[in-house]
C-alpha cells in the first residue's frame, strides 16, 4: 500500500525535461506509456498531465490514460475526477465503454461532489447491457449515484405485471422503460387510426399506474423513435391511418397523459440529432437486439441522465452571460454603440439568434444574469439604445458590471439571488475567463463556446442542464420574481429595521388547501426544493390525492405578492392528525421569499388547524441533509421544544394551548388577488 505522504507528494514533482522539451502531445503520451509500463506510475503522471495541459476539454485518450495512473497510485478522487472528464471530451463510444469499465473500479467513497443517490430499475424491449453503465456514467458528473437494476431483455411487462418480480424487491426510485418502436402493436394500415391508437394509448399507461401503484418510484420512458424505413413513403406522414402517422399521434398523446407523473424523453428528436440512419443500424438489431445502435448510447445516456436530474431538483437555475464577443461581437467600450456587430451581416445574425434563443431560455424560467468586465455605463448602452437588443435590462435579474475578478462577481450574484453556486451556467467567449471560473468555483457550470458565433446557439442548446420535467404558471413568472428578488435585497440593505423592511414590503398572502388546479406546481415544488425543506420528502401527485383524501390530513399552500411581484405559490405543508398531535409530514418554502416570514405565516395557520381538529400540540421533524442546514433551527425559534434527538434527525413539539397561536404581522392574508392589486399574475 502507498503511504499518505508518498502519494502527496507525486502531485508537486518537478515535471521532466520531455514534458517541457516536447515537440507535440504524442510524444509526452508516448513516454508516460513507458513510464507506467516501467511502473513509474508517479512520473507517468506527470508526463500525462503535460499532455493535458493547453485543452480546454482535454482528449478522452489522455483523460482515460490519467485515470488509469492515478488508480495505480490508489489516488482514487483524482481517478474519478479523470474518468468522468471523458464525459465533457465528446460522444465517442469507446471512449465511454473504457471509461464506464474503470467507474465500476473505483470506491463509491470517494466520488466527488455527489448530491444524490437513486435506484434505477431499467427495463427494456431490447439489448441495454452496454448503455446501463453509460448511463451511470452520465450521471456521475451531476451529481447522482445510481444503484442499477437491469431487466432481463424483453420482459418489462412481466417485471411490471408480477408483484412478485425481482424488480420490484429492488425498490426502485426510478423505472425507466427503454422501449422501441417495434414494440408498438399497431397494424402498418388501419381501418380505425382512432381505435388502435387508443388501445395503445391504455395499454402503456395501464403500465405506469401499475408502477404506481406498487412503489414510490417515477416511471421514466422513452417515447417511439420512427425509424427512416416507411414503405408508404411521404405520403405516410399525411395518410391518418397509417403505422407512421399514429405513431406520431400516439407519442403526443403519451406525452399529454405523461405530465406530472411520468417522465417521458423524446427519443424521436434525440434520434434525429444523432441521425436516423445510423441510430436505426439493422447491423446491430441482427448481431445483438440493438434497438438503438452503441454509437448512439453516449447521446442517449446525456439526455437520459439530464431528465432524471431534473426529476432529482438538480437543474440549473440561472444563465450568467458575459457581453463582449458574447452576446455582440466586438467590445462596446473600444467600439462603440454604432460598431458592435449586432444585427447587419453574418455575425450580427448570429448574436441576434444567440439573444433570441436566450429570451427563450428566460420565457421557460431560466433566470439570466450579467458579468462583464466593463464599465457600467458602457455595458448597458447596448440594452438601452441598440435597436437589435433581443434582451432588455428587464430580462436580467442581476446586471455585475465592473472589472473586478469574474468569480467574485458570480459568487456575487449568487448571494442576490439567494441560489447555490451550483445552479449557475457561465456563457463568456473568453477561455482565460472560463478557465478561471472553473478553478476558483467549481460548483459553476461552464459552457465552453466555439471560435464560430454561429454556433453559440447549438452550444447552448447542447448543454442539457436546464431541463425540466414540468412547466407551470410559477416557471413563466421566474425570471421577473427573482429580479424582483434583487431589489428586495437593495430595499434591504437600506432599511432601518428588519420590521421597517417586511412592513415596506406590504406583503399579502393566499392560504388554502390542496386542490388539483395547483397541483402540478406543488408537486414540482415538493419534487426540488432542498434548502427550506423540513424532512425532503419527495411526493408525487397521486400520493398527494391521497393525502388531499384523507379526512386527518392538513394540507396547505401559500401564494405571496408584495409590491415588486408576484411571487406565485411559494410553500407548502402536509400534516396528519395522531391523536392530539398534529404532525408536521413536509414543510417547505421556495428559497426566493427566504427571510420574509412566510415561515410565521404557514405556522400560523397549521397552529389554526390543530385547534379545528382538536389537537393541542403540533410537531415537526428536521431531517438533515447536505442542503437544508439553515433550517435546522427554524422550530427553535418560534417556541418548539427538541423532545427527540437520534441519528441526526430532532423531532420538535409545540405546545398551541400553553404558548397560543403563532402570530405574523406583517403578511395581510387575503382571499383572492384583487385586480387593480400590485404584482402580475392570478391565484
Known sequence: MLNDSW???????????????????????????????????????????????????????????????????????????????????????????????????????????????????????????????????????????????????????QEIIDPQSPMYGFGPDFVLLAVHEGDLALPDLSQDPDRDIQAE??????????????????????????????????????????????????????????????????????????????????????????????????????????????????????LVLDLDNTLWGGVIGEDGLAGIKLGDGVEGEAYVALQEYIRKLKNKGIILAVCSKNNPADAREPFEKHPEMRIKLDDIAVFAANWRPKPENIREIAE?????????????????????????????????????????????????????????????????????????????????????FHRSLKMRAIVRPFDELNLPRIAQLIGKTNQFNLTTRRHGAEKLREFMADPDCVHLYLRLRDRFADHGLVSVAIARREGEVLDIDTWLMSCRVIGRTVEAQMLHHLCVEALRLGCSLLRGTYVPTAKNAMVGD???????????????????QYNITARGVIENGFIDLVDRWEENDDGSGTS
Open 201 to 318: 394509448l391504455q395499454r402503456w399507461t395501464s403500465l405506469w399506474r401499475t408502477v404506481s401503484q406498487r412503489t414510490a418510484a417515477r416511471v421514466v420512458q422513452y417515447n417511439f423513435a420512427l425509424p427512416p424505413e416507411t414503405p408508404m413513403g411521404h405520403l405516410g406522414s399525411r395518410l391518418p391511418g397509417s403505422r407512421y402517422a399514429m405513431t406520431r399521434r400516439l407519442n403526443s398523446r403519451l406525452g399529454e397523459e405523461a405530465a406530472g407523473r411520468v417522465s417521458f424523453i423524446d427519443a424521436e428528436l434525440i434520434s434525429s440529432l444523432f441521425g436516423k440512419n445510423r441510430w436505426f443500424d439493422p447491423r446491430f438489431w441482427f448481431l445483438g437486439k440493438y434497438a438503438v445502435a452503441p454509437e448512439a448510447h453516449p447521446l442517449l445516456a446525456r439526455h437520459t441522465a439530464a431528465v432524471i436530474a431534473a426529476d432529482l431538483g438538480l437543474s440549473r437555475k440561472c
Open 7 to 157: 502519494k502527496r507528494s507525486y502531485r508537486n514533482w518537478p515535471v521532466s525535461r520531455l514534458a517541457v522539451e516536447r515537440r507535440d502531445g504524442r510524444e509526452a503520451i508516448a513516454e508516460g506509456d513507458r513510464l507506467r509500463k516501467e511502473g513509474r506510475f508517479d512520473q507517468a503522471l506527470i508526463v500525462y498531465r503535460s499532455a493535458a495541459e493547453g485543452h480546454e476539454l482535454v482528449p478522452a485518450h489522455i483523460c482515460l490514460k490519467l485515470a488509469r495512473t492515478c488508480i495505480d497510485l490508489e489516488d482514487y478522487g483524482e481517478a474519478w475526477r479523470w474518468t468522468l472528464a471523458v464525459v465533457d471530451s465528446g460522444d465517442d463510444f469507446a471512449s465511454w465503454q473504457a471509461a464506464a469499465a474503470l467507474l465500476a473500479r473505483l470506491p463509491v467513497e470517494a466520488m466527488p461532489n455527489s448530491k444524490r443517490s437513486a435506484k434505477l430499475a431499467l427495463l427494456s424491449s431490447y439489448t441495454t447491457t452496454q448503455f446501463g453503465p453509460m448511463l451511470e456514467l452520465a450521471a456521475a458528473p451531476l451529481g447522482i449515484r445510481f444503484e442499477l437494476y437491469q431487466g432481463h431483455y424483453g420482459q418489462y411487462r
Open 634 to 652: 427554524v422550530y427553535g425559534r418560534y417556541g418548539f421544544e427538541a423532545i427527540e434527538d437520534r441519528d441526526k434527525t430532532t423531532v420538535w
Open 416 to 500: 442576490k439571488l439567494n441560489i447555490g453556486l451550483d445552479s449557475l451556467v457561465l456563457l463568456d467567449d473568453n477561455p482565460v475567463e472560463r478557465e478561471a471560473v472553473r478553478q476558483f468555483l467549481p460548483e459553476v457550470d461552464v459552457i465552453s463556446l466555439p471560435a464560430d458565433p454561429s454556433r453559440y446557439v447549438r452550444a447552448l442548446a447542447e448543454y442539457l442542464m436546464f431541463e425540466t420535467t414540468s412547466f407551470t404558471v410559477e416557471d413563466a413568472q421566474r425570471a421577473d420574481q427573482y429580479r424582483a428578488r434583487a431589489q428586495i435585497a437593495d430595499l434591504e440593505s437600506s432599511a432601518e429595521s428588519i420590521e421597517d
